[in-house]
T-cell receptor
Framework: GQQVMQIPQYQHVQEGEDFTTYCNSS?????IQWYKQRPGGHPVFLIQ?????EVKKQKRLTFQFGEAKKNSSLHITATQTTDVGTYFC?????????FGTGTSLTVIP | GAVVSQHPSRVICKSGTSVKIECRSL??????MFWYRQFPKQSLMLMAT?????????EQGVEKDKFLINHASLTLSTLTVTSAHPEDSSFYIC???????????FGPGTRLTVL
């Protein structure tokens, strides 16, 4: 279907450890977006990647778009308790947005 | 800027009743609004895309007669869940997009519980 797969589904890390979530599509993506959803909250837009091989950084977050534009990753360096939440990638097809399965991150203080 | 509100934030209703959820873009004109449904610990599933002044486009498997969408202005879209049943209990989230951009801004969501 339209959904992109994300792994892992859940991740528990000790505060200070790094975290990575991967987003995989069977088809080439025109672009990929990343969102964060805190427990009980709504998704908040983090970034959009468009170019093949693109890498963008936001403080401790590094976003990468694969060379074939079929996968993407989000890496968090030295996690903090404020990083807790579910991270979703989303593919954009025309005017519609389809969310990945999500990775739920728990940070243990 | 780019604030989207939803009302109500929570609603509990009896089986068989209809519930209307409003989605408003407060400080911008949204040419397109999207409606999503999210079950506990699951991803957001796109239900429909709503363009101002035209009929909504529903995703496969979403009943258009059950989930009525109206997008009467550039700042307001409504979702009406008709004849709600317990299996319709979910978190309904809207988002709004500005023409010419790929960015969507999400509302805070509405938690619907059908008894």
């Amino acid at each position: 279907g339209q959904q992109v797969m994300q792994i892992p589904q859940y991740q528990h890390v000790q505060e200070g450890e790094d975290f990575t979530t991967y987003c995989n599509s069977s088809t080439t993506l025109s672009n990929i977006q990343w969102y964060k959803q805190r427990p009980g909250g709504h998704p908040v837009f983090l970034i959009q990647l468009v170019k093949s091989g693109e890498v963008k950084k936001q403080k401790r977050l590094t976003f990468q778009f694969g060379e074939a534009k079929k996968n993407s990753s989000l890496h968090i360096t030295a996690t903090q308790t404020t990083d807790v939440g579910t991270y979703f990638c989303a593919r954009n097809t025309g005017n519609q947005f389809y969310f990945g399965t999500g990775t739920s991150l728990t940070v243990i203080p | 800027g780019a604030v989207v509100s939803q009302h109500p934030s929570r609603v509990i209703c009896k089986s068989g009743t209809s519930v209307k959820i409003e989605c408003r873009s407060l400080d911008f004109q949204a040419t397109t609004m999207f409606w999503y449904r999210q079950f506990p610990k699951q991803s957001l599933m796109l239900m429909a895309t709503s363009n101002e002044g035209s009929k909504a486009t529903y995703e496969q498997g979403v009943e258009k007669d059950k989930f009525l969408i109206n997008h009467a202005s550039l700042t307001l879209s409504t979702l009406t869940v008709t004849s709600a049943h317990p299996e319709d209990s979910s978190f309904y989230i809207c988002s709004a997009s500005v023409a010419g951009t790929d960015t969507q801004y999400f509302g805070p969501g509405t938690r619907l519980t059908v008894l």
